[in-house]
């Protein structure tokens, strides 16, 4: 396959996509370094934090599914926040599952369509053992542990009062 990367176009969206709406709020890019363009580094705010990519290309504009990857840590699910994000695999990489790249696509649509798939999972085709049964019906340990307990002691406390009640003679045994 003939890779082709027209790194003018490339270098100039970079530049400008400082100017595209949803820049500093939504993401934000980097060159790796000023001698090379490709990869590049991005950041898509989520989740009141900046999640760090690393993009390679293969074809600009694109053609082919560009390769990234989170870079140090996964994202979390945003429906199933015990679970990581159902998209990407363990190493950091996109699952791209059956998301299509469009003809031509530039900086500013690659960064917009990564943005709507962290904040979208596509739970449909998710990594194995993403957005487990466990998560997907929300079941939490500490909060199945606090139920438990708390049940637990207002049993305690009801043998407590009946006992108290019959010391005491409020309470006698039903005759029959």
């Not at 999640?51 to 870079?71: A, M």
């Not at 979390?76 to 695999?89: D, G």
């Not at 798939?117 to 079941?139: E, F, K, Q, Y």
């Amino acid at each position: 396959m003939n890779h082709k990367i027209d790194i003018l176009k490339l270098g100039q969206d970079l530049y400008e996509a400082r100017n595209i709406k949803g820049y500093d709020t939504m993401f934000r890019v980097k060159m790796v370094s000023m001698e090379q363009l490709n990869p590049y580094r991005a950041w898509l705010h989520y989740q009141d934090d900046w999640w760090p990519l690393n993009i390679t290309l293969d074809t600009y504009p694109i053609i082919t599914r560009p390769r990234v990857y989170f870079e140090g840590r996964v994202p979390p699910c945003p429906k199933h926040p015990k679970s990581w994000h159902p998209n990407v695999f363990d190493d950091g990489k996109i699952c791209w599952g059956e998301v299509r790249v469009f003809p031509e696509m530039r900086v500013g649509g690659l960064l917009n369509m990564l943005y709507g798939m962290l904040h979208n999972p596509n739970h449909g085709s998710p990594v194995p053992d993403r957005c487990t049964l466990a998560s997907l019906i929300n079941i939490d340990v500490d909060e199945i542990r606090d139920n438990v307990t708390s049940t637990w002691r207002r049993f305690a406390q009801t043998i407590e009062e009946a006992d108290r009640r019959m010391k005491s003679g409020e309470w006698q045994p039903p005759h029959d």
